[in-house]
């Protein structure tokens, strides 16, 4: 067996710590050649990433190279300055007397500290660091590229240090302004987010530089690796590969397993070096891990899941979970995920989260995940026994006391889906005992009295049938009889035409005794009808909350009218009976016709029998009518507790909408009203999507109201959340099958949107399903502004915008993607030329400057400087100019706003690259604004503010400073020094000269 040649004695693996710049094991990466690069070009940047990833040696590499061409480079490790205690003076002091005192600077007396605070004692201890900063550019005059490690340790300090990340990026912006700016770099490094330097949310976010990817050792980057084991394997090659297959590539994993294999005396024999690293790694890293864990890396990860912020431990743990039972989940750039790769135990795989290596997964395994969520959540044991029924076991469900003290525990802590879920089920199941007991009794009486009425009913119509059956027959037997007797009169002699007579007397009698047994059977029917009556009465009460009983009703019309025609049919026979009678009053004066015509009558009277059994079936089929109305009313009652549930989830949107009245939030209470509208007045015909609409709206009801008192408000948005996953599910099964209405297409436009808002998960996947439907519903309507104009419309309603919100956020979400900003911007368009059409022209301005500042990509901001409007796009200024004019009949407009500013005597010769006026002509200027409709306000004329009542021709678009309502310098507007310029100057760009300037120059 051959071996490498051997190994030096000194030769080691550095794990934990910094790699001097000349170690012989440090591992070059692409973060090594991307980190150069950004720096020589300027930029600045962060590497961001978790602990003992190799951040702090690839700085000391970095900077090793960067020197060697001449350029200044300072380390700056924040924990050497401390956190605990520090005052702020203190902490900046600590940095720039790092700064100060590194020997790559050598700045020697040239600078002293404390006479820099003695200087500026009067300024803030963060402006007395940007002093510190301007100094050290005068005194050194190459680049200077100041590493700041550590970085996240900024977090634990008891002030706040938003000033200095805000002061950082001020040397950036300031790079146009003042060129030595250029000459400085800043590079950060730590265990953070760029979002977490900045915590005040009300502050513009740490957006700056570079961030820097630093990932595992690839095969080929880590080679240089096997010169510390080669004497140990004939193949190192395989043995550094199977190293990799177990750390995933994690450099201090990497660099530890390799020194175990170089300090082993066992000679590895050709082919088992699989085996041999795999017992290397069960017996000296994963088994009894916590006690080898030397220096701390497993424990790390574990704290920092378990106790950086126990709020939030249970759901990273379920967010683990999932990652580890399915193999990886997608990435959503969520906090929670950001998390967890901080922690160090997933990585970034393409487009999804995994485990970062095989030694993480069979450390922090499924046990190991049962035992830390046990230890966190007092529920455990039911908990779990649920889970592994697979949700169906409700006997493991929380109940009474238990449940109460599960939801104490509970609040505000981020939980996981299935935690969330299991308490849902939990509360549920106690509402639906609840709700059970105070049923039942109800239920039991209904029965009672349905089944009385039935009763009688059965009693009633079996009497009646009885009795008209036995009628029937005498009658049947009393007829033959007659007819008889009269045949055998007929054939002794015609001359006892009275003994006939006698006898067809007889005869009628007979037959009126049958109709008298008909009458019978019709008295019993009505009897019947009158009982079916009662039933359908009594059905009608118990069913009072039917939205369908109206049909029911018309059934049973239907019904009666179906009886009456039998009863019509009965008449037509007494009728016919009455036409027999008048032939047999004959028989005085037609003997001889007599018996032709009583066979006649016979048949006719055959015929009555049938159609009384007709009758009998007819009212047979009347019964099994009832019988099925019954049925119906059982399916009544199942659609009448549907109705129950969507009326309370109608009752408590309407307190939403009424809270979010009171809080000010018109537009959002009225989109919550329609969609209450859309669905008591049945404009939405799917069960399905009906409730699925009011879970949505609840969702995004509660979500603007926990946007002001988020800790009331959180308990119930997280509930109504978890309910519309669970109902999402259901119109998943039918949603193909939804008829494409305006109103349906709507109702998926908003219920995918809301889903997307409260699931960041599949934000993208739920956002660009709602986009789909969009387009589907765009394609639905003959122009753009029946948008804005559906019946009882959820998409649009001023602010509370759903169409521009899913535009936005798509945006947001892939923002390469330019359609969705295309989108926006014609959907705002539309919106203008929409207000314009209804005359709301107040509205309309309004919305005129949001628009522009859209365009000029300087919402955020929310004002205009001169360079915003020399280069605003020249097709959409005249876009929204040819809005104006149209809409207005020629009374509004820029282009009319420039005909009135000339006419009276003023000049739009202006110099764009001196910000100068040629000619500013103040009379000219304040004719103009009081023509159009803006009064002075103010003794020196200065400021100015459109008057009210009737708008004036040129009045709008107005001055922004009408919108900003300001009392010194408006908020949207233009930025202009005051000096040299005369008085009263234009100080606002929204209906300023500014604008009508860039209309000539647009018109050129």
Known sequence: MTMNSPVPQDYQYQFGGSLPANAPTYVTRQADADLYQAVKAGEFCFVLNSRQMGKSSLRVRTMQRLQREGIACVS???????????????????????????????????????ELWEENSRFSDVQIFGKFIDKLLKLISTQIVIFIDEIDSVLSLKFPVDDFFALIRAFFNQRVDNPQYQRINFVLLGVATPSELIQDKKRTPFNIGKGIELTG???????????????????????????????????????????????????????????????LVRNRVIQNWESQDEPEHFRTIRDRILK??????????????????????????????????????????????KVYNLIYQTIFDSLWIEKSLASLRPYAENYRQWILSGKHDDSRLLRENALVEAEAWANNKSLGFQDLEFLAASRKREREKEL?????????????????????????????????????????????????????????????????????????????????????????????????????????????????????????????????????????VQKDKNSLEAEKNQLT????????????????????????????????????????????????????????????????????????????????????????????????????LKEVLLDSALVLGYQYLAGEEKERYQTKYLKNA?????????????????????????????????????????????????????????????????????????LYNGNADIVALLYRQLQEIDGSNTVYYQSLKQHLLNELDYLMQQQRWREADLKNWQFILYLAGKEKRGYLDLTDVE??????????????????????????????????????????????????????????????????????????????????????????????????????????????????????????????????????
């Open 76 to 114: 700056i490790d924040l924990t050497a300055i401390g956190t605990s205690g520090l005052k702020s003076e203190q902490w900046y002091s600590g940095i720039i007397d790092t700064i100060a005192g590194s020997e790559n600077l050598n700045l020697g007396e040239q600078f002293d500290i404390d």
């Open 217 to 279: 050792f690839e095969f080929a980057e880590a080679l240089p690796l096997i010169n510390g084991f080669s004497g140990q394997t004939s193949n190192p090659e395989v043995v550094l590969k199977t190293i990799l297959d177990w750390t995933g590539g994690q450099p201090f994993l990497t660099q530890k397993i390799c020194e175990f294999v170089r300090q082993s005396t066992t000679v590895i024999p050709p082919g088992e070096e699989a085996a041999f690293v795999e017992n």
């Open 308 to 353: 950086r912020d126990e709020q939030k431990a249970a759901y990273l743990l379920d967010l683990y979970q999932q990652v580890w039972q399915l193999g990886g989940i997608d990435i959503d750039s969520s906090i929670e995920q950001s998390d967890l790769q901080l922690a160090g135990i997933v990585v970034k795989k393409k487009s999804t989260l």
């Open 436 to 572: 059970a007991e105070t049923e039942i009794q109800a239920e039991l009486e209904r029965q009672r009295k349905e089944k009385e009425v039935a009763e009688r009913a059965r009693q009633i119509e079996a009497e009646a049938k009885q009795e008209a059956e036995k009628q029937l027959v005498t009658a049947r037997k009393r007829i033959r009889f007659g007819v008889l007797v009269l045949f055998v009169t007929l054939g002794i002699t015609g001359l006892l035409g009275i003994g006939a007579f006698i006898a067809g007397n007889t005869a009628i009698k007979e037959q009126r005794k049958a109709e008298d047994a008909q009458k019978t059977v019709i008295k019993a029917q009505e009897e019947s009808k009158k009982v079916a009556q009662e039933l359908s009465q009594t059905k009608g009460e118990l069913a009072k909350q039917q939205q369908n009983s109206e049909n029911l009703k018309q059934e049973v019309n239907t019904t009666q009218r179906k009886a009456e025609k039998v009863k019509a049919d009965l008449d037509k």
């Open 589 to 688: 004066s037609d003997a001889e016709k007599l018996q032709g015509e009583l066979k006649s009558k016979s048949r006719e009277i055959n015929q009555a029998e049938q159609q009384v059994k007709n009758f009998q079936n007819k009212f047979t089929n009347i019964q099994a009518q009832v019988k099925a109305k019954i049925k119906e009313l059982k399916t009544a009652k199942n659609n009448t507790d549907e109705l129950k549930q969507s009326i309370a989830k109608i009752t408590e949107l309407s307190g939403v909408a009424s809270r979010l009245q009171q809080k000010g939030k018109i537009n959002e209470a009225n989109q919550s009203l329609n969609i209450a509208g859309l669905v008591l007045q049945e404009k939405i015909k799917d069960t399905t």
């Open 722 to 794: 978890d309910i519309l996953s669970r109902s999402l599910k259901e119109l998943s099964k039918i949603e193909t099958r939804i008829d494409n209405y305006p109103t349906n297409l709507a109702t998926l436009v908003y219920i995918y949107y809301v889903k997307g808002h409260s699931d960041k998960a599949k934000a993208v996947e739920n956002y660009k399903k709602a986009f789909e439907h969009l387009s589907s519903l765009k394609s639905k309507l003959k122009s753009h502004i029946e948008l804005f104009t559906l019946d009882l419309n959820i």
């Open 871 to 1004: 280069n605003f796009n020249c097709k959409d200024l005249k876009q929204l100019d040819t809005l104006w004019v149209k809409n207005s009949n020629g009374r509004f407009g820029y282009s009319v706003q420039k005909k009135i500013y000339l006419d009276k005597g003023n000049s739009l010769d202006f110099d764009w690259e001196k910000k100068e006026w040629k000619k500013w002509n103040p009379k000219g200027y304040e004719d103009y604004r009081e023509s159009v409709g803006w009064r002075p306000l103010g003794n020196d004329g200065y400021l100015w503010k459109r008057g009210d009542g009737k708008l004036k021709d040129g009045e709008l678009p107005g001055d922004d400073e009408e919108k900003a309502g300001t009392t010194s310098r408006p908020v949207g507007g233009c930025y202009l020094p005051a000096e040299p310029y005369p008085k009263p100057y234009p100080t606002t760009c929204g209906g300023s000269p500014f604008f009508l300037l860039r209309l000539v120059d647009c018109s050129r």
